[in-house]
């Protein structure tokens, strides 16, 4: 029987060759995706846009990293400072991967490639793209269970076939530049993401 998760390496490949990148990882939502570029990155503090997505505070802080807070708009993408990883949910465009960068997108519902749920990260990075494979699939390599050697602690974060199927359709009708615009609430005003280090929202 062929390996059903091929699906999900030739939808990599596809977004990859669109962005630019040399790698491209399927995960199964773009907060993922930005958890385990920060766990990778060993992040301290990390100062994003007060207004994003709630779960992006959430992803640095469970990596072990801290939250500062900054008051300033933003469009498409935005970096986590001072590291060289983006959160490019809302962004989606032909040739956009900057080399040296991870760079994290979304497939839910509201964002470009509507599958649902789905994240990716984009990176030129040897070693982490063996070690973002094993961490998103509880540490396994693409073998039968009974046949692997465990040699890490992973999460349960891989795309399924089906989402990776139905997102390598949909790109096949992606625009050249893809953006989208949420309305996000202001996250500093929110106590509960002071609650590890002390650089926390806007001190």
């Not at 669109?18 to 939502?29: E, H, I, L, Q």
């Not at 509507?114 to 540490?139: C, S, T, V």
Request: hydrophobic share 35%; proline share 6%.
């Amino acid at each position: 029987m062929s390996n059903p998760y091929q699906i999900v390496r030739t939808f990599e490949q596809a977004l990859s060759g669109f962005v630019g990148s040399p790698y491209a990882v399927a995960v199964d939502n773009c907060t993922n995706a930005l958890f385990l570029c920060c766990t990778w990155l060993k992040v301290g503090e990390v100062t994003i846009p007060a207004k994003t997505y709630v779960t992006v505070p959430c992803a640095i802080l469970h990596a072990g990293g801290r939250v500062r807070f900054e008051s300033y708009e933003w469009e498409g993408s935005y970096q986590l400072k001072p590291y060289p990883l983006y959160d490019s949910a809302c962004q989606l465009c032909r040739g956009m991967y900057v080399p040296g960068t991870f760079q994290c997108v979304s497939f839910s519902s509201n964002k470009l490639i509507n599958i649902g749920k789905g994240g990716m990260i984009f990176h030129d990075n040897p070693e982490a793209d063996q070690w973002f494979r094993l961490a998103r699939y509880g540490g396994r390599h693409e073998v039968p269970l009974t046949s692997d050697h465990f040699t890490m602690l992973g999460w349960n974060m891989y795309m399924q076939p089906e989402q990776a199927a139905r997102g390598l359709t949909l790109a096949m009708h992606l625009k050249d530049q893809n953006i989208v615009r949420p309305v996000y609430p202001d996250l500093s005003q929110f106590e509960i993401y002071r609650g590890k280090g002390d650089g926390l929202g806007n001190q």
